[in-house]
């Protein structure tokens, strides 16, 4: 049968933007090619061509808006002298010295997985309601099903094999709905767990994009309730609650700012430093014997299995294929088709504007260099 003639099912474009049908490349070059009239016509442009479009809209929403917020806290111990914390490890909570192979194998994963989320195995969806009467010879169905079986209903592997013990002929009011598995480089695969700080596409851990604040804590010190902020904040509340003494907002500001330099001064707060690219962490002063526990909060970036179906990733691969078309099409913009007609290379044009849209969408949304992040919620001025 030819390709043109090959109709999909309802069911392969149910999709919501939280819950999509997109999961590998190859899924989202389709729907790709479908937006410029294929199968019914041809495109003309090769596959590697289409997976590299999708490549550069990854790397280039990854960049400025594909991330989650993330915090941890860690121990100073784990920090190397003279090199620092390689957050992209640490993110992970995960054990280093597995393989490759063994961190996406089944068995490695369930012996001791530091953080998984399992995937639903098959679960049954009612097709119509069923009474309540049809389980009065099982006491223990009854008990569960006191108001039958709605239409839609979910039940789960074990659930339906006891309804279809119990009677036979009910498996014909169930049909099977089985949920994808996660990608890996691109194919499917049959593994029920997988670690969510681990991108099976890339192979590699997820890596951090940059840090939001850092927080030291130390286990030596006393209780926060008789630090010099707790004692501040105390005034400023007593002067406005119970009369006119104490701090004000603006005294207490001043001398917020002050301990803020005199931490710098007397370098009692480390500052730090990240390098992207190498994922290492820096501190200065470097810690020390004395050890204390850090909070960071942290921009990760999102696997590669989430950033294929984002909205801007489609549109933006869209336009540069279109592109590709466009200049493809421009080498023989001169050739004459049969009944006298030519290609038509306006795609070319078409792309180039989206492209730039799509880009400054982008870069100068509600946040400008993170078009697709949070909006500001308050100003002050």
Known sequence: MSTACQISPVSAFQSTNLNNKIETFGD?????KRSLGWPVISIEVHQDQLFQNIQMAVEFFSKYAGYTEEFIV????????????RLDVLFTLGRTTLTNEQKVSKSSANNNPDFTITLPPTVYVATSALNSTLFTGSSALSSLFTDGIYELELLDQSLYDSVTTHNRSLSSYFKASVKRSVSLQSQDTTATNYSNVFDYDLMDYRKVISIINFEEGSSQSINTLFTIEQTLAQQTYFSYAMGNYGFDLVSWYT?????????????????????????????YPQPGASMFYGVLWCYVERPIRDLVKEQWVYAY????????????????GNVSLLGGGSLNTDILQEGLSEKSELEKALMEGANPGFGDGSPPLFFVG
């Open 317 to 332: 691969a869209l336009a540069l294929t279109k592109i590709t078309i466009g200049r493809i099409r421009g080498r023989f």
């Open 255 to 283: 001398v917020k700012e002050w301990l803020d330099t005199r931490e710098k001064v007397l370098a009692t707060r480390k500052d730090i430093k990240f390098d992207e690219r190498t994922q290492y962490l820096t501190m």
């Open 74 to 85: 860690f121990d100073s111990n784990l920090y190397e002298r003279n090199k620092g914390i």
């Open 28 to 32: 989202l070059g389709d729907r790709i």
